[in-house]
């Protein structure tokens, strides 16, 4: 008896099986049987457990049928949101308000937003000379601002196409990160931001990247050199813009910095969630 009893599930078996004879032999007597018991008992058993297989397939497979859904109904929103507000017209591709979209419902659904209602999405995918960030009310469907953005020295001069989550690196981060309080620094009104892509931007509070104004970011500074000023790491904006962005996306908005990069695509946390 004690080789039979290893673990838990052996005795459960055990005892079940002590239960099952006894009452087979309560019930009939005169036929009763050991061998043929067995055999009933290992039928039942074993039906049982392809039971529950065929139980845990199928909740698995409708489990991956309604993301399947939902990402089709995410889609769908996207695309019916980005023409009706023609952004194409403003040079924000479609792949990246897919993305800021799916983001965005994702984390909404999660509970991490407290603000719903504002979308901000920095295509890094388009040059620094271009009004790249885009301030949307996505309850109205409408276009709040439309500025221009720097991106980390590091990250690239006119085009931004490296980026990284590492302190010291003076680099963009992609990914979606959630904004926070306001403060008055050298920059005058920051907004902190919470990266909330782990292994992309998840740093940035370490890394204290915010959002700020700068002299730098101007149509000044493209017309004398040519090229758009770039920060630490920051997305940094025009000085007379942060007043009016800032109090509008602070305190819980999502806010998005894209680029068409494959592996954050395939890997981020908050996409693949």
């Known amino acids: 008896m004690k080789k039979l009893i290893h ?30 018991a067995i055999k009933k008992f290992v039928s039942y058993t074993v039906s049982a457990a ?15 049928a309604a993301r399947q859904a939902e990402m089709r109904m995410i889609t769908a929103t996207a695309g019916s ?7 194409e017209d403003s040079g924000l591709s479609r792949k990246a308000f897919e993305c800021a979209w799916t983001g965005y419902f994702k984390l909404k659904k999660r509970g991490i937003l407290r603000r719903t209602g504002i979308l901000t999405i920095c295509d890094f995918s388009q040059s620094s000379s271009n009004q790249r960030l885009y301030v949307i009310d996505v309850r109205n469907r409408r276009m709040l601002y439309r500025t ?33 309080g306001t403060y008055t620094g050298m920059n005058g009104l920051s907004l902190r931001i919470e990266g909330v892509d782990k292994g992309f931007n998840d740093n940035a509070s370490r890394r204290s990247i915010v959002i700020h104004g700068a002299s730098y970011v101007s149509l000044r500074i493209l017309h004398k050199y040519g090229v758009m ?7 940094a904006i025009p000085e007379e813009m942060s007043s009016q962005i800032i109090p509008v996306v602070k305190h819980g908005s999502c806010f998005f910095i894209y680029y068409p990069s494959k592996k954050y695509l395939a890997n981020s946390p908050v996409l693949n969630s």
């Open 7 to 36: 673990t838990p599930t052996k005795l459960c078996l055990l005892l079940a099986f002590c239960l099952y004879t006894a009452s087979s032999a309560i019930a009939s007597p005169v036929d009763y049987n050991d061998a043929d």
């Open 148 to 180: 221009y953005v720097a991106h980390g020295i590091n990250s690239g001069e006119e085009y931004a196409s490296s980026f990284s989550n590492k302190m010291e690196s003076c680099k963009s981060s992609l990914g979606f990160y959630v904004t926070t």
């Open 50 to 64: 392809a039971t529950v297989s065929r139980t845990a397939e199928e909740k698995a497979i409708a489990a991956r």
């Open 81 to 87: 949101i980005y023409n009706e507000m023609d952004l």
């Open 229 to 235: 000023g770039t920060t630490y790491g920051c997305p």
